[in-house]
């Protein structure tokens, strides 16, 4: 298919993709939650003539061309937050308390639309597209399990890629980054144990109030003074908990935090200096500090050529003014990360503000409210990725 011929299979997909959208968008549910999406998703695939495949609470699905060719993946995620909608909306949300906010229902519904172009054109590409419906992206991270479970096999996907909806991006404009497009998250947990005692006879204790002070201090010289100025690191400490009264020397401070980072290396640096540091300052200040460190998404690293790739099919789709770079990664979470760690490919952007004097709501606003007018922007990209060589 040329690419006239997609943009224009792509627009008389709108009706549809939105009415999905529309019907996705009034049950939104939680990770590892989401019953009625699954089941709508399913409906829609034989609806189209593809076969779905539930496993775990994610969804797969192939489009056969017939053809031999490349086996292209497309991930799409379909769950929602815990955000409460505002009256107003026409398919509002029937789950009181639960939204979807960041647009894993435009996602969704997106890559239904692109499979529905792709089975009605069998005869006109080669290869393969493997669906891929994911849980859980919100939460816990769905993206992990789905890999490990094999949905990157049989068949086995030879470049795969994702997209997001973004608020700051006109409709029309398509965003990629080569190399890191997002951050790892680590979460961190800092347990700085003490002994308690009488605040008139400090001496008889160890003040864990005092030593979780210094810890702060130090940490905040890890980015400052272990991280170059030229790379992209983050440590914050959202909380802090100790101490029961104030003539008692405090025996117990929690502190939690999130780490966040540009690439792996970077990662397992800050990973052990702050346990480096967490022993150091527990020495010094006579206490002990248990530093709790969790895995969380790894960095999100699209490959060079497949960057290239989706930035050429957005120009020649839409126009050169259309395709841009992203300039620096974000240093908010995405586990498509995991995707990528089994075969070469890209995530990308595509702009949902009607227009530049008119934006739309930041991601996970109770207010998002993104134009429609981007679905045949996202369906014909993901019909030109996969239909190319």
Same mark, same amino acid.
């Given at each position: +298919?040329?690419?006239?011929?997609?943009?224009?299979?792509?627009?008389?997909?709108?009706?549809?993709?939105?009415?999905? #959208? #529309?019907?996705?968008?009034?049950?939104?549910?939680?990770?590892?939650?989401?019953?009625?999406?699954?089941?709508?998703?399913?409906?829609?695939?034989?609806?189209?003539?593809?076969?779905?495949?539930?496993?775990?609470?994610?969804?797969?699905?192939?489009?056969?061309?017939?053809?031999?060719?490349?086996?292209?993946?497309?991930?799409?995620?379909?769950?929602?937050?815990?955000?409460?909608?505002?009256?107003?909306?026409?398919?509002?949300?029937? *789950?009181?308390?639960?939204? *979807?906010?960041?647009?894993?229902?435009?996602?969704?519904?997106?890559? %239904?639309?692109?499979?529905?172009?792709?089975?009605?054109?069998?005869?006109?590409?080669?290869?393969?597209?493997?669906?891929?419906?994911?849980?859980?992206?919100?939460?816990?991270?769905?993206?992990?399990?789905?890999?490990?479970?094999?949905?990157?096999?049989?068949?086995?996907?030879?470049?795969?890629?994702?997209?997001?909806?973004?608020?700051?991006?006109?409709?029309?404009?398509?965003?990629?980054?080569?190399?890191? %497009?997002?951050?790892?998250?680590?979460?961190?947990? %800092?347990?700085?144990?003490?002994?308690? !005692?009488?605040?008139?006879?400090?001496?008889?204790?160890?003040?864990?109030? !005092?030593?979780?002070?210094?810890?702060?201090?130090?940490?905040?010289?890890?980015?400052?003074?272990?991280?170059?100025?030229?790379?992209?690191?983050?440590?914050?400490?959202?909380?802090?908990?100790?101490?029961?009264?104030?003539?008692?020397?405090?025996?117990?401070?929690?502190?939690?935090?999130?780490?966040?980072?540009?690439?792996?290396?970077?990662?397992? +640096? +800050? %990973?052990?200096?702050?346990?480096?540091?967490?022993?150091?300052?527990?020495?010094?200040?006579?206490?002990?500090?248990?530093?709790?460190?969790?895995?969380?998404?790894?960095?999100?690293?699209?490959?060079?050529?497949?960057?290239?790739?989706?930035?050429?099919? !957005? #120009?020649?789709?839409?126009?050169?003014?259309?395709?841009?770079?992203?300039?620096?990664?974000? +240093?908010?979470?995405?586990?498509?990360?995991?995707?990528?760690?089994?075969?070469?490919? !890209?995530?990308?952007?595509?702009?949902?503000?009607?227009?530049?004097? *008119?934006?739309?709501?930041?991601? *996970?606003?109770?207010?998002?409210?993104?134009?429609?007018?981007?679905?045949?922007?996202?369906?014909?990209?993901?019909?030109?990725?996969?239909?190319?060589?």
């Amino acid at each position: +298919m040329n690419d006239e011929r997609i943009w224009s299979l792509a627009k008389e997909q709108q009706a549809w993709v939105s009415s999905v #959208r #529309r019907a996705l968008h009034r049950v939104p549910e939680p990770g590892f939650r989401e019953e009625k999406t699954k089941k709508l998703i399913c409906e829609k695939l034989n609806e189209i003539g593809v076969a779905p495949v539930c496993e775990r609470g994610w969804i797969t699905a192939v489009v056969d061309s017939g053809e031999d060719g490349p086996v292209t993946g497309f991930r799409a995620d379909f769950d929602a937050l815990p955000v409460t909608e505002p009256r107003g909306c026409p398919f509002r949300s029937e *789950h009181e308390g639960y939204m *979807h906010a960041c647009g894993h229902d435009l996602h969704t519904a997106i890559l %239904l639309g692109a499979a529905r172009l792709l089975t009605a054109a069998r005869g006109e590409w080669r290869g393969k597209v493997k669906l891929l419906f994911q849980p859980a992206e919100e939460t816990e991270g769905g993206a992990k399990p789905m890999v490990e479970g094999g949905v990157m096999e049989n068949p086995r996907v030879d470049r795969v890629y994702g997209l997001h909806v973004m608020p700051r991006l006109v409709t029309g404009q398509v965003e990629c980054r080569p190399g890191t %497009l997002n951050a790892g998250t680590d979460s961190v947990k %800092l347990t700085v144990k003490g002994v308690g !005692a009488h605040g008139a006879y400090p001496d008889l204790g160890r003040d864990a109030i !005092a030593c979780a002070a210094q810890l702060v201090t130090a940490l905040q010289t890890l980015v400052s003074r272990n991280v170059s100025p030229l790379e992209s690191c983050v440590l914050t400490l959202g909380t802090i908990e100790g101490g029961r009264a104030s003539n008692i020397i405090c025996d117990q401070v929690v502190m939690t935090g999130t780490l966040r980072t540009a690439n792996r290396d970077l990662r397992a +640096m +800050m %990973l052990r200096r702050i346990r480096e540091v967490c022993a150091g300052v527990g020495q010094a200040m006579n206490c002990e500090i248990e530093a709790g460190l969790t895995e969380g998404y790894a960095p999100l690293v699209n490959d060079g050529a497949h960057c290239e790739r989706v930035l050429a099919t !957005a #120009r020649r789709l839409f126009g050169a003014e259309k395709a841009l770079i992203k300039e620096a990664p974000s +240093m908010g979470a995405e586990d498509f990360s995991y995707f990528l760690d089994h075969a070469p490919g !890209a995530f990308f952007h595509i702009g949902c503000s009607a227009d530049a004097a *008119h934006p739309c709501a930041p991601l *996970h606003s109770a207010e998002f409210d993104p134009d429609e007018n981007c679905i045949p922007v996202g369906v014909a990209m993901e019909a030109a990725l996969a239909t190319g060589e």
